[in-house]
C-alpha cells in the first residue's frame, strides 16, 4: 500500500496551494483519508480529515480556510487550502486508515510529506 501526495511549494500570506494523495495497492477498504501536518519542534497535528461515513473534522484555526473533499472511486483525498498564513508552514502528511483484506485489522498508512511554506 502506498500513499503518494502531491502538491505543496511556497507562497505569500493569503495565497492558494491544493494538496492531492492517491492510495494505491492492495487495498480492501479504506475508512479514513486525511491530512496532517507538523512543524519544526511541533508535534503532528491533524488538519483536515475525513471518514467512510462522510464525517468531517477541521483544525479549529483552519476552519473557513481549508476544505477536504474525497473520491471514494479513485482513492483521492484532495485538500484545498486558501487564505494561507506563516503559521501554516509545515510538513503535511497524507494519512489513511485502511483493511488490506477482508480479515486484517484496520491500520494506519502515511504518505511521504509534502513541504508547505508561506511567507508573509
Known amino acids: 500500500v502506498q500513499l503518494q501526495a502531491s502538491g505543496g511549494g511556497s507562497v505569500h500570506t493569503g495565497g492558494s496551494l491544493t494538496l492531492s494523495c492517491t492510495a494505491s495497492?492492495?487495498?480492501?477498504?479504506?475508512?479514513?483519508l486525511g491530512w496532517f501536518r507538523q512543524a519544526p519542534g511541533k508535534v503532528r497535528e491533524l488538519v483536515a480529515g475525513?471518514?467512510?461515513?462522510?464525517?468531517?473534522n477541521y483544525l479549529d484555526s483552519v476552519k473557513g480556510r481549508f476544505t477536504i473533499s474525497r473520491d471514494n472511486a479513485k482513492r483521492t483525498v484532495t485538500l484545498q487550502m486558501n487564505n494561507l498564513k506563516p503559521e501554516d508552514t509545515a510538513v503535511y502528511y497524507c494519512?489513511?486508515?485502511?483493511?488490506?483484506?477482508?480479515?486484517?485489522?484496520?491500520?494506519?498508512?502515511w504518505g511521504q510529506g509534502t513541504q508547505v511554506t508561506v511567507s508573509s
Open positions: 494519512n489513511s486508515a485502511l483493511r488490506t483484506t477482508a480479515w486484517s485489522n484496520w491500520k494506519d498508512y
Open positions: 475525513t471518514n467512510s461515513e462522510g464525517t468531517i
Open positions: 495497492g492492495s487495498i480492501f477498504m479504506i475508512n479514513t
